[in-house]
């Protein structure tokens, strides 16, 4: 039997259908988990059955961080007074200044290593300031210039 040449071009180049743009809306964050996970971190009804339509990212939000976690995670929403230009009700975070889409932005941002580190740094240099995003001020050089 003669097997058939591999299909050569774009065509055989291209992803398949359903994984960039081919046809399928793009996942929703409760479902970037493959099945057997999501079920098992899924919350459970009274019978057993996994209640994922009812999960609010909002309200997880607020069960990990607290009423306050937009203060303490220094999240502000663009405005005309802050990121002018920028379309009003977008979160940005001030600490890591990056611009998060929607609450599932803000999880998965608050878990990704460069916003611990920068929160981090936040706590340590931070503490006690009247404004408590404004950066520390700079230390005195150790040496000054002189012209000879």
Do not use: N
């Not at 039997?1 to 081919?22: E, T, Y």
């Not at 479902?31 to 999960?55: F, I, Q, R, T, Y």
């Not at 309200?59 to 990990?64: D, P, R, S, Y």
Request: overall charge negative; proline content about 11%; charged content about 20%.
């Amino acid at each position: 039997a003669q097997r058939a040449a591999p299909a050569r071009g774009p065509s055989a180049l291209a992803p398949p259908r359903g994984v960039h743009g081919g046809g399928m809306t793009p996942p929703t964050c409760g479902s970037l988990l493959p099945p057997d996970m999501a079920a098992a971190e899924a919350p459970k009804g009274e019978a057993g059955e996994v209640a994922d339509d009812d999960w609010d990212p909002e309200e997880e939000l607020i069960k990990l961080y607290g009423e306050d976690w937009m203060e303490l995670h220094g999240v502000l929403l663009s405005s005309d007074d802050y990121c002018a230009g920028l379309e009003e009700g977008w979160m940005i975070c001030s600490l890591c200044h990056k611009q998060l889409a929607g609450f599932c932005t803000a999880l998965s941002h608050f878990e990704s290593r460069r916003h611990k580190q920068m929160l981090d740094w936040h706590r340590t240099h931070v503490v006690g300031r009247q404004d408590p995003l404004a950066l520390p001020p700079a230390p005195p050089p150790a040496w000054t210039w002189q012209p000879r």
